[in-house]
């Protein structure tokens, strides 16, 4: 009797898998017949190409990169090969050798995903730009386009990155770029939590991660979580020590604002206080919101944006969450 119902419950899980891989076959059918009209611009090819005299051309088409406050001479010294850092920056792009149509169709397949879960948004322009290597704002959407700055995209090794801690360069690679896309895309959807518990910013950064995820199916969970892919491992592999710790210590509904800098915030690791410290990601309280949310939205049938709008007390009460062993 045991074995029949063993064999059943087998064949009850492989018919619900290959029922779900049909579905989203289906969804990813219907995205990528969705048309996105924009284009990829090179700003940052166009400035290396101009030189002084096409400063006042440069600040009308493009305004947004010449603010007020910044006086011409510092970029007429950029644009006459005076400015030492600026120039290798150029050179540095330059030298590797980016595959523009790649990056446009990688960036237009996170916009498509977009426009399928939320029809209001309008895709914008993608605009590259030379950003003095601003890893913290790797991507910004704006109403009228998306920048990218594309000199935080050279590689985790490259030696204009060599004063930049491990774990901020660690996903500086092109591989990174539509999971970034897909984060900065999901910040527009999901609306900063008011709950300073360990658990409302667990789920809130959980919220976001899966949305990221929707809109960059194929990017990995390091990639999705900015993870070195051996934290990311070692998370996977931890996941119910991690949580048993949470509950022990009663962590989950605690408002202590150093929390955050443990457990949610980048950092080389989260602090635990215990020996194994070293070897986990910073932030792993997101991996586990992350978690729960997907539990959620596996044991429950909401739409994405009523979900998006519940609490993280609801989310976690109804997620049936359970941490891989």
């Not at 913290?136 to 995209?153: F, G, M």
């Not at 950064?205 to 929707?214: A, P, R, S, T």
């Not at 986990?280 to 991996?287: D, E, I, K």
Request: proline content about 5%; aromatic content about 12%; hydrophobic content about 40%.
């Amino acid at each position: 009797m045991k074995m029949h119902l063993f064999k059943f419950f087998i064949i009850l899980a492989f018919a619900k898998a290959m029922t779900s891989c049909t579905s989203i076959h289906k969804v990813e059918e219907e995205i990528a017949n969705i048309q996105v009209d924009v284009d990829l611009i090179t700003f940052h090819k166009e400035f290396a190409m101009a030189n002084a005299a096409d400063l006042p051309s440069l600040k009308e088409k493009f305004p947004l990169f010449f603010p007020p406050r910044v006086p011409d001479s510092l970029w007429i010294l950029k644009l006459t090969g005076k400015d030492t850092i600026h120039n290798a920056l150029e050179n540095a792009v330059k030298n590797a050798d980016f595959n523009y149509q790649e990056m446009e169709r990688d960036i237009k397949d996170v916009m498509r995903h977009v426009i399928y879960y939320f029809p209001e948004f309008k895709a914008t322009p993608i605009l590259t730009v030379l950003s003095d290597v601003n890893y913290r704002q790797k991507v910004i959407p704006t109403a009228d386009q998306l920048i990218i700055s594309i000199d935080t995209y050279l590689g985790k090794d490259h030696e204009l990155y060599a004063g930049i801690n491990n774990y901020q360069r660690e996903n500086l690679n092109r591989e990174q770029l539509p999971a970034d896309v897909a984060l900065a895309y999901a910040t527009l959807f999901v609306e900063p939590s008011m709950d300073r518990s360990l658990l409302g910013s667990m789920i809130y950064h959980g919220k976001l991660h899966y949305v990221q995820h929707l809109f960059a199916p194929k990017a990995t969970g390091d990639q999705l979580l900015n993870y070195a892919p051996e934290k990311y491992v070692f998370a996977r592999e931890n996941e119910s020590q991690m949580w048993r710790y949470f509950i022990a210590n009663e962590l989950l509904y605690d408002a202590d604002s150093k929390l955050l800098s443990r457990f949610i915030l980048p950092a080389p690791f989260s602090k635990f206080y215990l020996e194994v410290d070293q070897q986990t990601p910073g932030g792993v309280g997101r991996y586990i919101g992350y978690r729960m949310v997907k539990s959620f939205m596996e044991n429950n049938q909401v739409e994405l944006k009523t979900m998006i709008d519940l609490s993280g007390e609801e989310i976690f009460k109804r997620s049936k969450y359970k941490p891989l062993l």
